[in-house]
């Protein structure tokens, strides 16, 4: 690949087909692509010169003329940094998005976007040395908040001390010099779960993430849609309640104050404080605090108070994708995050509230599932973001 | 025309800027299809012997040789039928989406689709004779209320007996001979503000109805998004209130049951009848029945209680809005609709909400105006709907 675009778009639909689905015979391209087969051998001829593909061997006979079996450059390699409150989540892969190296570090994203992103490409000259790259022929960058994505700047992210308008994206593609696209890491989510999640046979879905705080990545026609300003999916700051309490983006009865990582956090200091809940207050005492990891281990435990909290934020959820899903209608919601992992509880009260609140038509076989992904949501999804970017001819 | 369809991408981009942009130079439509000179002409040449285009005559010179004007044939026809409540309105266009001839009747959805159909059926005969139109290229048949655009059939419509996926589009698609699309009118009215409106140069923005029932129409990247079943947009009973009125849905608190035709017609024989709105209880005397559009005057002639009605309805229009443009990130709001008369009063209090309650990135530069095309958003929506599908290469 080494930094060359396809030259048109049928060269673009051969090297997605490629990268999708591995490698194929000159004829299986010819008839996807819908090209005669000089047509289509022209367009190979010229990817094969270019480094672009190469030829793994024959394919077996179809009869007539041998076809021979073409791949994705396999010195090809896209980049994967993903960037969350806590951790640095770095993946090498190769022309077919398949993760050749991985590597995690703990950071601290307060410490300001120069400490953070110089730490970053500190690994990414690790992780180069280790898998013997020279160059990437893209890099995908997730970032825990808002971004424009035309311009790869992070916008007012919470939180996030100095990296408003931090050009993050210039200064990974300036050390790489390679193309570099900057997304919101729920957006990115959302395409590995479109890639190779459950929803990959969808075009148009949804991608809930329940974290630290809850987002929305919107699929339409297979790819991410960003809005006007590249803010789509904001769906914490949704209000659920004209008298809720105050959240942190100033409005009163948001989503996120009634749910998420910190209201979970606050709820249950509060429950285990108070004594209504044993179990909490033990972990209180042996930790010296609780997170919403603790919630959801004391709901997987069975206890009463625990279970309550997990419920009443899936019916909290549920009420703002049931008018979502009136809205837009998707094919699927995939629940994903780290609260995802309070599991069947979380879901059954999404499903009952939004089943139960949405049109019939729009629900009548739409699944509410949880993502199978994990962490390999937001690593496949960024080199397919930027993999998308670098296989259109522009 | 004359049923023929663009036999190539490139013959189908010529015939949709002549249709958006009128006639045109050859040299003009190779520069803007990114054509030789040579390709080019052999294009037009074969639009002009299928009678798809005509020569209007000779361009002004460039330099070089003469380039001649062509235009879409002017014997290309669309229909239009838009079939609401109570008035069926039908108009044929030519190939640029003008409005040759029009026509409205009074009918009664309630005598059922086939009643309903005759009477457009005989309409339609009508202006054919008149306008000396001896067939259409296509015909856009919009329904106020759920259509399965891909099927051709309303769903379960509200207050539509005898219309639940009764054959609409068959049965227009067999009397007229030529290619037909049936949606629902909001979808049709958010196209027409899309082609001849004030959302003309947006690509992704709503379109909200507020009339009998209350309605959005999603456009994103230029085209309508219709969701997974082609019901998205259903904003009407998205919950506004957990413990609100029962709405006919069957759940409360939903959206409509608090605004629109039917919730101000109740709100103000309530006013009426009490003795708090002098106003409305002399309108009541009079008609001896009270409509929304009573409401609309009464609070156009300062009556505190109907302002109050057309802010509360505001305000709760504005709760849900406020919600899809954190979602959704639009360019634009279009408020439309036979309640959108109700003005200034009424979008105050939708921005005012939509402003207070919605991300800053995503209502920094949003406009939320309303339409400036009435009844013919619905009439060109039509026209644009079935002529983007007529000029599409299948």
């Known amino acids: 690949m080494l930094g060359v675009w396809p030259e048109n778009p049928h060269q673009s639909q051969v090297l997605r087909l490629l990268r999708d689905n591995g490698p194929a015979s000159r004829a299986e391209l010819g008839d996807a692509v819908g090209l005669s087969r000089s047509k289509v051998a022209t367009e190979l001829d010229r990817l094969l010169e270019r480094g672009l593909i190469e030829t793994v061997g024959p394919a077996a006979s179809r009869g007539g003329r041998r076809s021979s079996i073409v791949r994705i450059a396999a010195a090809t390699r896209f980049l994967s940094v993903n960037i969350g409150a806590t951790t640095i989540d770095l993946a090498v892969t190769d022309g ?13 994203l307060r410490l300001g976007p120069t400490a953070v992103i110089g730490q970053a490409l500190e690994l990414i000259n690790k992780v180069r040395a280790d898998s013997g790259t020279t160059r990437f022929t893209g890099a995908g960058i997730g970032i825990p908040g808002p971004v424009s994505f035309r311009e790869g700047v992070p916008v007012s992210p919470p939180f996030m ?18 193309p570099v696209l900057v997304d919101n890491d729920v957006n990115i989510m959302a395409l590995g779960e479109k890639h190779a999640g ?19 990545g919107i699929v339409v026609g297979g790819a991410v849609y960003r809005g006007a300003n590249g803010c789509a999916g904001d769906i914490g700051h949704t209000a659920v309640d004209e008298e809720g309490p105050l959240c942190v983006c100033g409005n009163v009865g948001c989503l996120e104050a009634y749910f998420g990582g910190a209201a979970l956090t ?5 429950a285990a404080r108070s004594g209504r809940s044993d179990h909490l207050a033990e972990q209180l005492d042996q930790a010296g605090t609780l997170t919403a ?102």
């Open 96 to 108: 077919e998005l398949r993760v050749l190296s991985r590597v995690t570090e703990r950071t601290e």
């Open 161 to 178: 001390p100095g990296w408003h308008r931090f050009p993050v994206r210039e200064m990974f593609s300036t050390e790489l010099g390679c």
């Open 198 to 216: 459950i929803a990959k046979s969808f075009d148009d879905f949804l991608f809930v993430k329940i974290g630290a705080g809850i987002g929305a």
């Open 266 to 270: 606050r709820d249950a200091l509060a």
């Open 293 to 394: 990891v603790d919630v959801a281990h004391a709901a997987a435990a069975g206890d009463p108070v625990a279970i309550g909290l997990v419920r009443d934020g899936g019916r909290r959820v549920g009420q703002v994708l049931a008018s979502l899903v009136s809205f837009f209608n998707p094919g699927m919601i995939v629940i994903g995050g780290g609260l995802a992992g309070m599991g069947h509880a979380l879901l059954a009260e999404i499903r009952s509230v939004v089943y139960r609140s949405s049109l019939p038509l729009a629900t009548g076989d739409m699944p509410i599932v949880l993502s199978e992904m994990g962490d390999q949501a937001g690593l496949v999804g960024a080199t397919r973001m930027v993999s998308d970017h670098v296989l259109t001819t522009t």
